[in-house]
T-cell receptor
């Protein structure tokens, strides 16, 4: 069965620090990859997505992610975090050509200290 | 509607009672998902509807859980004989089609507390 693993459960950073959140998935075929963010008290919203083409994708608010097929990874990065980035981040995978089932990782809570 | 709508937003129920949670997807979206979000557990997949096809029920944790989608639109998640471990936020999402290259849009969720 497909699964998604996020290695960092809770990350604490100071403002202006760089961020990288790990995401690995287990499936050998074609995948579609997503990062979602949930700000405190708000609903989940899409941060960025990868379907095909350039493996480095850019999303909203200065976030980017790189798809490395050989490592089954889709890590999220941001060069300089802000206090407003405090949120929970979820990586998700949808197997291409499958029924469309979307599988999420356990989530990473990011706390940015001002 | 403009987004995915879930009701109620909060539900407190007594152990052993049945509850129904409602999801109104974005108009025209053919795919609908239910997830359960518990503290420290991330998003647990429950069930997935795609158009008129049979739903993927592989994530339902027990036979106390069931879901329906009427007319390809509104969905209801029913939990029978609720237990305290059912306490969680139940999230609904929809997407424009069942294929891989679509993003899912989420509702605000229903916070269920079983006392």
């Amino acid at each position: 069965a497909q699964s998604v693993s996020q290695h960092n459960h809770h990350v604490i950073l100071s403002e202006a620090a760089s961020l990288e959140l790990g995401c690995n998935y287990s499936y050998g075929g074609t995948v579609n990859l997503f990062w979602y963010v949930q700000y405190p008290g708000q609903h989940l919203q899409l941060l960025l997505k990868y379907f095909s083409g350039d493996p480095l994708v850019k999303g909203i608010k200065g976030f980017e992610a790189e798809f490395i097929k050989s490592k089954f990874s889709f890590n999220l990065r941001k060069p300089s975090v802000q206090w407003s980035d405090t949120a929970e981040y979820f990586c998700a995978v949808k197997v291409s050509g499958n029924t469309g089932k979307l599988i999420f990782g356990q989530g990473t809570t990011l706390q940015v200290k001002p | 509607g403009a987004g995915v709508s879930q009701s109620p937003s909060n539900k407190v129920t007594e152990k052993g009672k049945d509850v129904e949670l409602r999801c109104d997807p974005i108009s025209g979206h053919t795919a609908l998902y239910w997830y359960r979000q518990s503290l420290g557990q991330g998003l647990e997949f429950l069930i997935y509807f795609q158009g008129n096809s049979a739903p993927d029920k592989s994530g339902l944790p027990s036979d106390r859980f069931s879901a329906e989608r009427t007319g390809g639109s509104v969905s209801t998640l029913t939990i029978q004989r609720t237990q305290q471990e059912d306490s969680a936020v139940y999230l609904c999402a929809s997407s424009s089609r069942s294929g891989g290259r679509t993003e899912a849009f989420f509702g605000q969720g229903t916070r269920l507390t079983v006392v």
